[in-house]
């Protein structure tokens, strides 16, 4: 399971730093493992390819790795040695990536993972998605699910069904809000808004200006720390949320979505005809219908829930795992695309 891969990779950190591996045993004994596991073939050609050739300035620069659907390159995955910082895998897959015209960059070292959204129409300063640490992931049950959280974004199927990008979207809208505020801060018609605010609200009180000036700076500092969003949905799923998203997905999707979204189905064909049939299912069953991985039912119950497909539904405490109860509203859809009535 990714958890145990976690921690078993996790306790290697720390050994590989103090034998200072080489960039090439940093992928094979921490970054291959852990991306295999969220469902990466690395023995497949078509799916992953190492050293693949890009020239920047007349010089031969491989990525590391490029992780492909239907043959077409959409991610590059930049490894340096253990002890290499990782601001040093960001700055050179981002070229290569520029140079090649590929939308996602993972750079790592082996412990440090971050992920960048490559769109030149957005500032260089606003491409980061989120930067993650395996050995910092074993702290707490807490840190474990949300270090997991992040890299079910990474598996295939969230990348090529869009959550990621979704997910990406929504946090440069949060960066730039972050950003107007920390603009706003710095403006006297904010001040005075909070002076006014305060004495209308407390008659028989003054603000006094030094303790605006810490809690304003408490506010900046509290900023720089800001724990990483990872969605996860609790409305209802057929609130304008979902209904806005399930518009994308089935009803105006692009030509490539289409066809992502319809093999993604068909090639589940048997799991969702018995969902349909049975209303209510488990991950353990999912992996039985559909032969998963583990994680690949990790990728497919985010699909679900992301979408508002289906709602989580309690813990199957007998097979260990998880139940998802289906949303009707999708039912007609899923029927049309795999041509039942």
């Known amino acids: 399971m990714l958890q145990d891969v976690i921690k078993i990779l996790s306790k290697k950190i720390e050994v590989s730093r103090r034998k200072d591996l080489d960039e090439s045993n940093t992928k094979g004994s921490l970054v291959e493992p852990l991306f295999k596991e969220i469902g990466w073939d690395f023995e497949d ?17 491989p990525a590391d790795y490029a992780l492909k659907f239907e043959e077409k390159v959409c991610v590059f995955l930049e490894a340096k040695r253990i002890k290499e910082k990782i601001d040093v895998a960001i700055k050179d897959g981002t ?5 090649e015209n590929v939308p996602w960059l993972i750079a790592t070292n082996g412990d440090a993972i971050a992920v960048w959204m490559i769109e030149q129409t957005i500032p260089e300063e606003e491409r980061a998605v989120f930067q993650v640490s395996l050995s910092d992931s074993v702290q707490n049950e807490q840190t474990l699910n949300q270090f997991m959280a992040c890299l079910q974004l990474l598996n295939p199927e969230n990348i ?8 990406a979207e929504q946090k440069l809208k949060e960066t730039r809000i972050t950003n107007v505020l920390k603009t706003t801060l710095e403006t006297d018609d904010f001040r005075e808004l909070i002076q006014n605010n305060y004495s209308e609200i407390y008659l028989d009180d ?3 200006q030094d303790v605006l000036d810490k809690v304003i700076q408490e506010i900046r500092i509290s900023e720089g720390a800001e724990p990483i969003p990872i969605e996860t949905p609790v409305e209802d799923p057929n609130s304008p949320k979902f209904q806005t998203r399930r518009k994308k997905l089935f009803q105006y999707p692009g030509k490539r979505e289409k066809e992502s979204t319809d093999r993604n189905i068909k090639n589940k064909r048997e ?8 209303k209510r299912m488990s991950t353990p069953e999912f992996k039985d219908y559909a032969q998963f991985k583990d994680q690949g039912t990790g990728g497919f119950s985010s699909f679900l829930t992301y979408w508002g497909l289906a709602t989580n539904d309690g813990r199957d405490k007998v097979r260990n795992g998880d139940f998802f109860k289906i949303n009707e509203v999708i039912i007609p859809d899923i029927k049309a695309i795999l041509d039942v009535k």
């Open 271 to 278: 799991l969702w005809l018995e969902f349909i049939e049975r």
């Open 206 to 208: 003054k603000l006094d």
């Open 95 to 99: 070229a290569k990536a520029i140079k």
């Open 45 to 61: 050609f078509d799916s992953v390819q190492r050293e693949f050739p890009v020239y920047l300035e007349g010089e031969k620069k």
């Open 160 to 167: 090529q069904s869009g959550v990621l990008k979704s997910f």
